[in-house]
């Protein structure tokens, strides 16, 4: 059995992965954390709580592109990097994969859709606020009225 991270029970992070950011953010919102790394609990702040998953989003970034510098083959590649997916659906005929296939594995899978994960599965319950002109943001939202993001992993 692995170690999965849901939001509003759709699974945010990958298989057994975890990120002190996330950790240090839910324990600084009261939510306590076994040693096995289990917890549940709710959050009230879903700007807040974006800006979290943004910064381990740009974080895995960073270290990929310090193993590019120092060599390292091994998810070395930029998250951002996607420009090999018309090669591979053009150049193999033989194990023919739809562009709408590839699509939903690329934004399940990819760590630069962290954030628009996290949205989507809070999305039913935000309301838009609109442009924030001092965060340098277009779009900004506020949970609903009574509205709690529910957060577990095990």
């Known amino acids: 059995m692995s170690y999965k991270t849901r939001v509003n029970g759709k699974q945010l992070f990958g298989n057994n992965e975890w990120y002190d950011e996330w950790g240090k953010y839910l324990i600084s919102k009261g939510i306590k954390i ?76 990819g760590y630069m859709f962290l954030p628009i994960q996290f949205f989507k599965a809070c999305e039913d319950m935000l309301e838009y606020t609109g442009i924030d002109l001092k965060g340098s943001r277009t779009y900004t939202y506020k949970l609903k009225d009574g509205c709690k993001i529910k957060v577990t992993a095990g």
């Open 34 to 109: 076994s040693d096995e790394g289990l917890y549940e609990g709710e959050l009230d702040d879903f700007m807040e709580a974006l800006e979290v998953i943004e910064k381990i989003t740009m974080n895995i970034e960073a270290k990929r592109r310090e193993r590019k510098e120092a060599g390292g083959k091994f998810f070395s590649q930029s998250i951002f990097d996607n420009g090999d997916i018309y090669d591979s659906l053009v150049n193999d005929d033989e194990h023919y994969e739809s562009l709408f296939d590839k699509e939903i594995e690329i934004i399940k899978h």
